[in-house]
């Protein structure tokens, strides 16, 4: 795709905010004065997140990622080359971050059912995401790949994450026990220097290894070499991905609020959260986009939900991110979207034109419920649906605002990424909360160390112990 300026303004995605304000909801609506009494909030979250950019020791590394990867972009294409011409099935070992952003780029790039195609109309081998222990998943991989013909992608920035470590051991064990060498079959993705694969590489004699920077956290690397290797592999254009980012980059660089789609979009959301929308929905009408919503919500949820602010006083904020796809959930969740409590606001993700159209034929000429469908497309019927939606919720008197994608392809998904990345940021900026930790997670890891006895953790082994489910709360 050659990018003139004409054609990145036709692809820009855009926050239409109609249905948030009073206007269309009442007294339900966020009006201009309160809009106008978080300006200077706003403008202090854009300059923090400004000044902050970049900073390593801040977590803060992701900024720069569609400006500083020429050389590693260039890596990464000739070994998903490589990979492409030697192998039959592609496995990410990985998970949270280091899984979420591979499955959803894949999903919304490439054929929704492109394991089941033949391999001619494949621009890459077989593709799974593994992010899980469960052992009948695990088991029933290995029933559907030839592992001598297979490349494991692993990435875990610490290298020591019980889960993907778990799979580690089991995918080496079985890539040795069939004669193979486990270097050949491969590829780490981790921190530079401190991580386990780093030790683990140099066991093996050196194996491939892309980094994971300092300053690029699980939730914001799918634009590093944790998504974009997986993303290579299967033929998705990695130089235009990061072209998106960087064109949503400069429209947020702005700190006016009506032109800077991010800082809008987290302005709106802290209002809606500081009155109560502890909830906050994604919609996506596009199966293409639909684990969007599964990378969102980790981004949205791991970020911003913290106990303490930066200076130490204690808080519980955050919003619980749901999951939705339209118009499968329509006839699901949207009776309680509007008609139950006014706790949530609903992002809608809408794509203008859809790759394909899908034609309605004409039909059941009698049985005018059915009729009046032939002769529109599925197109139109879809994009109807997401209107009415909209228009159902605002009469409902519903917080919901719409992000609209011109297209899905690379450069709209690359700005979608960056948009909701900047979003978080500019969040947690005015919560006042440390955005890039997740103490929380760390809890949960170190509880199963504990549990599975890795030695240093006894202490908390004993705890544990002594938490066991009394007998007498058993029915
Ligand atoms: O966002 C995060 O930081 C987490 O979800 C991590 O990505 C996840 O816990 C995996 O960690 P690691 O990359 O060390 O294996």
């Known amino acids: 795709m050659r990018l003139t300026e004409e054609l990145r303004r036709a692809l820009r995605v855009t926050v239409d905010y109609t249905n948030m304000t009073d206007k269309y909801l009442g007294d339900r609506g966020i009006s201009q004065k309160v809009l106008d009494a978080h300006k200077k909030l706003a403008k202090e979250a854009h300059a923090s997140v400004a000044a902050n950019r970049g900073k390593d020791e801040l977590f803060m590394g992701w900024t720069e990622l569609p400006y500083n990867q020429g050389e590693i972009v260039e890596d990464i294409l000739a070994t998903a080359k490589e990979i492409r011409r030697k192998f039959d099935y592609f496995v990410v070992l990985g998970i949270g971050g280091s899984a979420l952003g591979p499955t959803m780029a894949f999903n919304a790039l490439c054929h929704l059912h492109y394991n089941d195609l033949p391999k001619s109309r494949r621009k890459g081998p077989k593709f799974f995401v593994e992010d899980n222990v469960d052992p009948v998943r695990m088991k029933e991989l290995l029933d559907v790949i030839d592992i001598r013909k297979t490349c494991f992608n692993v990435i875990s920035k610490s290298g020591a994450t019980s889960e993907t470590m778990t799979q580690y051991l089991i995918i080496s064990d079985l890539l040795a026990k069939a004669g193979e060498n486990v270097k050949d079959h491969v590829v780490f993705t981790t921190d530079a220097a401190r991580g386990n694969l780093v030790k683990i590489s140099k066991e093996l004699g050196g194996v491939k290894s892309f980094v994971l920077g300092d300053g690029v956290g699980g939730r914001f690397s799918e634009l590093s070499p944790v998504g974009l290797l997986p993303a290579a592999v299967v033929g998705i254009d990695i130089k235009l991905l990061l072209k998106g980012a960087a064109y949503m980059d400069k429209l947020c660089k702005t700190a006016d609020l009506r032109k800077n789609p991010a800082l809008l979009s987290a302005t709106l959301q802290y209002i809606a959260m500081k009155d109560g929308k502890n909830i906050g929905v994604l919609m996506p009408y596009s199966d293409n986009l639909r684990y969007l919503s599964d990378w969102y919500a980790q981004l949205w949820a791991e970020s911003l939900g913290k106990n303490k602010t930066l200076d130490g006083r204690p808080c519980n904020v955050g919003q619980t991110p749901v999951k939705a796809l339209g118009v499968t959930d329509q006839h699901s969740q949207v009776q309680l979207y509007t008609e139950g409590p006014f706790d949530k606001v609903v992002t809608f993700l809408s794509v203008d034109s859809y790759k394909e159209k899908s034609p309605i034929p004409h039909g059941c000429e009698s049985i005018p419920d059915v009729a009046f469908l032939g002769g529109h497309t599925m197109e139109e019927l879809i994009r109807a649906e997401n209107k009415a939606t909209a228009y159902a919720l605002t009469k409902a008197g519903r917080l919901n605002y719409t ?40 809890a949960g890891k170190k509880a199963t160390f504990a549990l599975l006895g890795k030695p240093g953790y006894d202490g908390q082994r004993a705890e544990l112990d002594n938490a066991a489910p009394d007998p007498a709360y058993l029915v």
């Open 403 to 442: 992000i609209h994608v011109p297209e899905i392809n690379e450069f709209t998904l690359g700005q979608l990424l960056f948009l909701f990345e900047l979003q978080t940021a500019y969040a947690g900026a005015m919560l006042g909360i440390d955005t890039f930790n997740q103490p929380g997670v760390e």
